[in-house]
Protein backbone atom coordinates (compact mmCIF):
# COMPACT_ATOMS: atom_id res chain seq x y z
CA UNK A 1 0.00 0.00 0.00
CA UNK A 2 3.07 3.03 0.62
CA UNK A 3 4.18 3.53 -2.39
CA UNK A 4 7.06 6.37 -2.97
CA UNK A 5 7.91 7.48 -6.48
CA UNK A 6 10.26 9.98 -7.88
CA UNK A 7 10.31 11.83 -11.14
CA UNK A 8 12.53 14.53 -12.73
CA UNK A 9 15.87 13.34 -13.04
CA UNK A 10 17.66 14.05 -16.47
CA UNK A 11 20.39 15.40 -18.17
CA UNK A 12 21.96 18.99 -17.63
CA UNK A 13 24.76 21.14 -18.09
CA UNK A 14 27.03 22.23 -15.22
CA UNK A 15 25.09 24.99 -12.98
CA UNK A 16 22.35 24.16 -14.48
CA UNK A 17 18.88 23.10 -12.14
CA UNK A 18 16.54 20.60 -12.00
CA UNK A 19 13.83 19.40 -9.23
CA UNK A 20 13.11 16.25 -8.34
CA UNK A 21 9.43 14.73 -7.10
CA UNK A 22 8.62 12.33 -4.61
CA UNK A 23 5.16 11.33 -4.96
CA UNK A 24 3.12 9.08 -2.20
CA UNK A 25 0.60 6.96 -1.94
CA UNK A 26 -1.19 4.80 0.86
CA UNK A 27 0.08 6.79 3.35
CA UNK A 28 -0.24 11.12 4.70
CA UNK A 29 3.44 12.06 3.85
CA UNK A 30 3.26 15.11 5.87
CA UNK A 31 2.78 13.04 8.88
CA UNK A 32 6.53 11.21 8.05
CA UNK A 33 9.98 12.19 7.29
CA UNK A 34 11.25 12.07 3.71
CA UNK A 35 14.78 11.74 3.00
CA UNK A 36 16.53 12.00 0.07
CA UNK A 37 19.50 9.49 -0.87
CA UNK A 38 21.73 9.14 -4.10
CA UNK A 39 24.21 6.69 -5.17
CA UNK A 40 27.04 7.15 -7.97
CA UNK A 41 28.45 4.00 -9.45
CA UNK A 42 30.83 2.60 -6.96
CA UNK A 43 30.01 4.86 -4.35
CA UNK A 44 27.92 3.86 -1.34
CA UNK A 45 24.72 5.51 -0.44
CA UNK A 46 24.52 8.93 0.30
CA UNK A 47 22.18 10.88 2.61
CA UNK A 48 21.58 14.35 1.17
CA UNK A 49 18.40 16.05 2.86
CA UNK A 50 15.46 14.76 4.89
CA UNK A 51 12.34 17.02 6.08
CA UNK A 52 11.09 16.42 9.07
CA UNK A 53 7.57 17.67 11.43
CA UNK A 54 7.24 18.31 15.10
CA UNK A 55 4.73 19.85 17.26
CA UNK A 56 3.68 21.89 13.75
CA UNK A 57 7.18 22.83 13.09
CA UNK A 58 9.02 22.28 10.23
CA UNK A 59 13.02 20.70 10.15
CA UNK A 60 15.10 20.45 7.30
CA UNK A 61 18.81 18.60 6.84
CA UNK A 62 21.11 18.74 4.41
CA UNK A 63 24.66 16.90 3.23
CA UNK A 64 27.48 19.11 3.15
CA UNK A 65 28.04 18.82 -0.10
CA UNK A 66 24.97 20.20 -1.59
CA UNK A 67 24.01 22.58 1.46
CA UNK A 68 23.42 25.81 -0.10
CA UNK A 69 22.64 24.59 -3.82
CA UNK A 70 19.53 21.78 -2.51
CA UNK A 71 16.59 23.04 -0.92
CA UNK A 72 13.70 19.96 0.03
CA UNK A 73 9.99 21.57 0.39
CA UNK A 74 6.64 19.59 0.42
CA UNK A 75 3.19 20.35 -1.22
CA UNK A 76 0.76 18.93 1.71
CA UNK A 77 -2.36 18.98 -0.94
CA UNK A 78 0.13 17.11 -3.92
CA UNK A 79 1.30 14.56 -0.86
CA UNK A 80 4.89 15.32 -2.26
CA UNK A 81 7.87 15.93 -1.10
CA UNK A 82 10.09 18.13 -3.78
CA UNK A 83 14.41 18.12 -4.03
CA UNK A 84 15.49 21.37 -6.03
CA UNK A 85 18.47 21.38 -7.28
CA UNK A 86 20.86 24.34 -8.59
CA UNK A 87 24.71 24.90 -9.11
CA UNK A 88 24.41 21.46 -10.54
CA UNK A 89 28.09 19.82 -10.80
CA UNK A 90 29.26 16.91 -12.50
CA UNK A 91 29.87 15.25 -8.42
CA UNK A 92 26.26 15.49 -7.91
CA UNK A 93 25.30 12.75 -10.85
CA UNK A 94 23.78 9.82 -9.31
CA UNK A 95 20.55 7.95 -8.79
CA UNK A 96 18.61 9.86 -6.35
CA UNK A 97 16.29 8.10 -4.22
CA UNK A 98 13.42 9.16 -1.77
CA UNK A 99 12.97 6.93 1.42
CA UNK A 100 10.76 7.07 4.74
CA UNK A 101 11.15 5.84 7.81
CA UNK A 102 7.72 5.74 8.29
CA UNK A 103 8.06 7.71 11.58
CA UNK A 104 7.37 11.46 12.05
CA UNK A 105 10.99 12.35 12.22
CA UNK A 106 14.66 12.04 10.38
CA UNK A 107 17.71 9.84 11.15
CA UNK A 108 20.51 9.73 9.77
CA UNK A 109 20.97 5.88 9.83
CA UNK A 110 20.20 4.59 6.33
CA UNK A 111 18.68 1.54 7.77
CA UNK A 112 15.71 3.16 9.65
CA UNK A 113 14.14 3.72 6.07
CA UNK A 114 12.11 1.37 5.21
CA UNK A 115 10.07 2.67 2.24
CA UNK A 116 11.98 3.58 -0.52
CA UNK A 117 11.04 5.39 -4.07
CA UNK A 118 12.64 3.34 -7.50
CA UNK A 119 14.97 5.86 -8.54
CA UNK A 120 15.76 8.59 -11.07
CA UNK A 121 18.87 9.07 -12.87
CA UNK A 122 20.31 12.70 -12.43
CA UNK A 123 23.42 13.20 -15.08
CA UNK A 124 25.66 16.79 -14.89
CA UNK A 125 27.51 16.31 -18.07
CA UNK A 126 29.50 19.00 -20.44
Known amino acids: QVQLVESGGGLVQPGGSLRLSCAASGFTLDNYAIGWFRQAPGKEREGVSCISSSDGITYTYYSDSVKGRFTISRDKAKNTVYLQMNSLKPEDTAVYYC?????????????????WGQGTQVTVSS
Open 99 to 115: ATPHVEYCSEVSGDYVY
